[in-house]
């Protein structure tokens, strides 16, 4: 009975916070985020919006879609949010990555929780706002970086640790945090050096790699490495359908990394036994594995310097 309470007040925060990620994504890239005052307005008339017509999924549901202010239609983008975000929120408490438990309330485990929660938010907010402004704000990725280290300092058993001998155990958790911003931080940056000195023009956004060091302080070096392997994966078949559906070659990295780091939040250990363990054996055993592999090899390296390109021309890059 506890654990389902736990997971239903972990998804109603979900569709809450969710709510108000879809002010973030709406009002900060256009720099209103404080300008159009604390109330929720609609978008098309700018009304005030009523606490009872402004309730998480149900609203969007109750009044099909459409503003009752105006009767103007309310992107399905509002609902999809708030659902993406309790079901993340839900998924924290029903599988905490730190596997501790998130209630009843403790310091570890619903700290851990709330750091998760935090982090899966800065996740979906620049996810939705990269989408739809080629951005990755300075606003949420540059927190995200604080956040996560001090988070090692407050709540270090949310964290993985660094088995660094001449560091006290105390602070392995910290350092844990601090390599993995750097190594997200500097290996998208250094790829970026190199896509660009290669096609002699910018081919990444800045915000990128600021959104690979928040990402490496949450989650450490090892699995910011793993976002950037799965990120680049999950671009290369998104970006390769994109093209075929749209005829654009442009693409937003940022859904792909926070895609990545989704995974590796949640099923990093069983993706890393599949590539450093069972997927070895498997090779051993097939005599076509070499060349299934290398073929492998040679159409995710098209892919990422696809990815790495993204068809800048015509667009800004992040700020």
């Known amino acids: 009975m506890t654990d ?3 997971q239903i007040t972990g998804a109603a925060l979900g569709a809450c916070v969710g709510s108000f990620l879809n002010v973030v994504i709406w009002r900060l890239p256009r720099g209103a985020f404080l300008t159009d005052g604390k109330r929720s307005i609609c978008p098309h008339c700018r009304a005030p919006i009523p606490w009872y017509r402004n309730l998480p999924i149900l609203t969007w549901l109750l009044q099909r879609g459409r503003a009752a202010c105006c009767g103007r239609t309310i992107a399905v983008r509002y609902l999809l949010v708030e659902a993406l975000t309790a079901v993340l929120f ?8 730190s596997h501790l438990s998130a209630w009843p309330p403790n310091w570890d485990g619903t700290g851990a929780f709330v750091l998760h929660a935090f982090f899966v938010s800065i996740l979906v907010a620049c ?10 704000p300075d606003r949420l990725t540059k927190p995200g970086m604080v956040v996560g280290v001090a988070g090692a300092l407050l709540v270090p058993a949310a964290y993985g640790v660094l088995a660094v001998p001449s560091v006290s155990p105390a602070n392995r958790h910290l350092l844990f945090s601090v390599v993995g911003l750097l190594a997200g931080f500097g290996s998208t940056w250094a790829v970026r050096w190199f896509a660009t000195a290669l096609f002699r023009k910018e081919a990444m956004g800045r915000g990128d790699v600021k959104f690979m060091g928040a990402i490496g302080a949450f989650l450490g070096w090892q699995s910011v490495l793993l976002t ?25 990295f940022g859904p792909f990394l926070a895609a990545g780091a989704l995974t590796a939040l949640f099923f990093g250990g069983q993706v890393t036994v599949f590539l450093l363990e069972t997927w070895p054996r498997w090779q051993e055993s097939n005599p076509m594995a070499p060349v299934l592999t290398l073929s492998a090899s040679a159409v995710a390296l098209i892919a990422l310097f696809f990815i790495i390109r993204r068809g800048r021309n015509a667009q800004p890059l992040d700020p």
């Open 4 to 6: 389902i309470v736990g």
């Open 90 to 97: 839900w998924a924290l408490v029903r599988w905490p990555p």
């Open 127 to 136: 996810t939705f706002i990269d989408i739809d402004h080629q951005i990755l």
């Open 228 to 252: 950037f392997f799965l990120g680049c994966v999950f671009g290369a078949f998104g970006g390769l359908l994109h093209r075929a559906i749209t005829g654009h070659a442009y693409i937003c």
